[in-house]
């Protein structure tokens, strides 16, 4: 079984950043990939972007590029999302998720097995 619990939201005008961590416990998480999803009122969760175990991979979603940063810092079994540029259709809760077998997309939520509680982003016009 793995833990994990999100932080770092909150409200922010249009134009700021915020940084997400989410930190892992339980099963061994270095071998993981690990993602970040988010879902708005109303809509279905989306991917935002994800991380190969050893960080040599990365993904993002289109509407993130170039804003948006994962990383990794498996000696504090953690994970980070660092939000720039944010924008208010950046407004969501943001969930961090991981994701055990190495083959399948890693833009599929289906594929990730375990997730954290969420934590809020509010962006602000």
């Known amino acids: 079984q793995v833990q994990l619990v999100e932080s770092g939201g909150g409200l922010v005008q249009a134009g700021g950043s915020l940084r997400l961590s989410c930190a892992a416990s339980g099963r061994t998480f270095f071998t993981r990939a690990m993602g970040w999803f988010r879902q708005a009122p109303g809509k279905e969760r989306e991917f935002v972007a994800a991380?190969?175990?050893?960080?040599?991979?990365?993904f993002y979603a289109d509407s993130v590029k170039g804003r948006f940063s994962i990383s990794r810092d498996n000696a504090k079994n953690t994970v980070y999302l660092q939000m720039n540029s944010l924008k208010p259709e950046d407004t969501a809760v943001y969930y961090c998720?991981?994701?055990?077998?190495?083959?399948?997309?890693?833009?599929?939520?289906?594929?990730?097995?375990?997730w954290g509680q969420g934590t809020q982003v509010t962006v602000s016009s």
């Open positions: 991380i190969t175990w050893r960080g040599g991979s990365t």
């Open positions: 998720a991981v994701k055990e077998q190495s083959s399948g997309s890693y833009y599929d939520r289906g594929l990730y097995n375990y």
